[in-house]
T-cell receptor
Framework: DAGVIQSPRHEVTEMGQEVTLRCKPI?????LFWYRQTMMRGLELLIYFNNNVPIDDSGMPEDRFSAKMPNASFSTLKIQPSEPRDSAVYFC?????????????FGPGTRLLVL | GNSVTQMEGPVTLSEEAFLTINCTYTATGYPSLFWYVQYPGEGLQLLLKATKADDKGSNKGFEATYRKETTSFHLEKGSVQVSDSAVYFC???????????FGKGTKLTVNP
């Protein structure tokens, strides 16, 4: 299996620009998670989906952030407009089911730098 | 709310040394507990997990026991290798959902 695929791996943009991060989960997995990792705040869950439906978006920092999952094999996280404080590594993860003890499989991450 | 507290890093050890990384948690009910590892430039991957009290998770020589009485899930390895150099995250699920709450991470460096 190819694992969770994220693109781009690196993104450098200027403040005010729109940024779109993409994720392809492992085939057959029912849940998808978006995380943000920074030195100051550690690893934070932004939003997660079950069967393409957003279940909990309480971690989304503000209205500038939005996430979609139009089908089982694709999700996007969009930041518009971007700000320097959005600079971080963004991870997508997927898991096979919906139980509490499910393993989450992480992608390699997208390193975002907003200038 | 639920939370995880890990020992502060970084931790630097010589090869074949004994490793302990402390993890304690606060949670309602009986969460599942996890250790994830992040190698440089990669995403996190599951190292081991335990789903109920007194369970021991183990993988690649690492072990951790779910201690309900001390609300702890300390990670141990008897003899570390250079290839174990990574950041280690303790995590718990929030009961009734799939949400994971992560500790801050502990960076381990193993020198030859």
């Amino acid at each position: 299996d190819a694992g969770v695929i994220q693109s781009p791996r690196h993104e450098v943009t200027e403040m005010g620009q729109e940024v779109t991060l993409r994720c392809k989960p492992i085939s057959g997995h029912n849940s998808l998670f978006w995380y943000r990792q920074t030195m100051m705040r550690g690893l934070e869950l932004l939003i997660y989906f079950n069967n393409n439906v957003p279940i909990d978006d309480s971690g989304m920092p503000e209205d500038r952030f939005s996430a979609k999952m139009p089908n089982a094999s694709f999700s996007t996280l969009k930041i518009q407009p971007s700000e320097p404080r959005d600079s971080a590594v963004y991870f997508c993860a997927s898991s096979p089911g919906t139980s509490e003890a499910e393993t989450q499989y992480f992608g390699p991450g997208t390193r975002l730098l907003v200038l | 709310g639920n939370s995880v507290t890990q020992m502060e890093g970084p931790v630097t050890l010589s090869e074949e040394a004994f490793l302990t990384i402390n993890c304690t948690y606060t949670a309602t009910g009986y969460p599942s507990l996890f250790w994830y590892v992040q190698y440089p430039g990669e995403g996190l991957q599951l190292l081991l997990k335990a789903t109920k009290a007194d369970d021991k998770g183990s993988n690649k020589g690492f072990e951790a026991t779910y201690r309900k009485e001390t609300t702890s899930f300390h990670l141990e390895k008897g003899s570390v290798q250079v290839s174990d150099s990574a950041v280690y995250f303790c995590a718990l699920n929030q009961g009734g959902s799939e949400k994971l709450v992560f500790g801050k991470g502990t960076k381990l460096t193993v020198n030859p």
